[in-house]
């Protein structure tokens, strides 16, 4: 059971252009979205992150934006530059008595081509 | 700077091998997880840890444990390696919503 899924294994874009990377979940009771980004022999490095609550948050050139009636999520990135190449994984999680636990999706490897 | 570190890189065992995959945080963070990363598949949480001693089953605990005898120390151990162990495994530790990784470890069992 796929609570969190990335239906994009891989993406890519010009350098300068837009990069949209999608997300979908099917647990309404998530309270945060957050975007990793991993580079090859790295550990995931957190990204941006979006409250439930809200429906928009941006971080320099990177903007998540959640639909929660769709339960959608993506991640913009404007404008897309070289170093941006890696893979990027969404991740969900609920508050509480869970101890921060997250729920990844299948990750997206973006390829930024100059 | 919070640091997560791993005891190693890279790892080759043989089946039915005990593997002991260590993983330290210097930030005093009371939760910490395992998770193992594959192809198509994402980061899968294996075990997390809320408190020393303490530790819950994540998705897939089968074929793994895990050991907390102190706050900054979580240890990933498998019993008896088999070929399908073969992965990169993640540690990690959370302070408030955020999680902080380590550097990953490649294991491959032959």
């Known amino acids: 059971d796929q609570q969190v899924k990335q239906n994009s294994p891989s993406l890519s874009v010009q350098e300068g252009r837009i990069s949209i990377l999608n997300c979908d979940y099917t647990?309404?009771?998530?309270?945060?979205f957050l975007w990793y980004k991993k580079y090859p022999a790295e550990g995931p490095t957190f990204l941006i992150s979006?409250?439930?609550?809200?429906d928009k948050n941006e971080d320099g050139r990177f903007t998540v934006f959640l639909n929660k009636s769709a339960k959608h999520l993506s991640l913009h990135i404007v404008p897309s530059q070289p170093g941006d190449s890696a893979v990027y994984f969404c991740?969900?999680?609920?508050?509480?008595?869970?101890?921060?636990?997250?729920?990844f999706g299948q990750g997206t490897e973006l390829s930024v081509k100059p | 700077d919070v640091k997560v570190t791993q005891s190693s890189r890279y790892l080759v065992k043989r089946t039915g091998e005990k593997v002991f995959l260590e993983c330290v945080q210097d930030?005093?963070?009371?939760?910490m997880f395992w998770y193992r990363q594959d192809p198509g598949l994402g980061l899968r949480l294996i075990y997390f840890?809320?408190?020393?001693?303490?530790?819950e089953k994540g998705d897939i605990p089968e074929g793994y444990s895990v050991s907390r005898e102190k706050k900054e120390r979580f240890s990933l151990i498998l019993e008896s390696a088999s070929t399908n162990q073969t992965s990169m495994y993640l540690c990690?530790?959370?302070?408030?919503?955020?999680?902080?990784f380590g550097p990953g470890t490649r294991l491959t069992v032959l």
């Open positions: 990690a530790s959370t302070w408030h919503n955020e999680q902080f």
């Open positions: 647990n309404s009771m998530f309270d945060y």
């Open positions: 840890s809320y408190d020393v001693k303490m530790k």
């Open positions: 979006i409250s439930s609550i809200k």
């Open positions: 930030m005093d963070h009371e939760n």
């Open positions: 991740a969900a999680q609920r508050l509480g008595n869970q101890g921060g636990k997250l729920i």
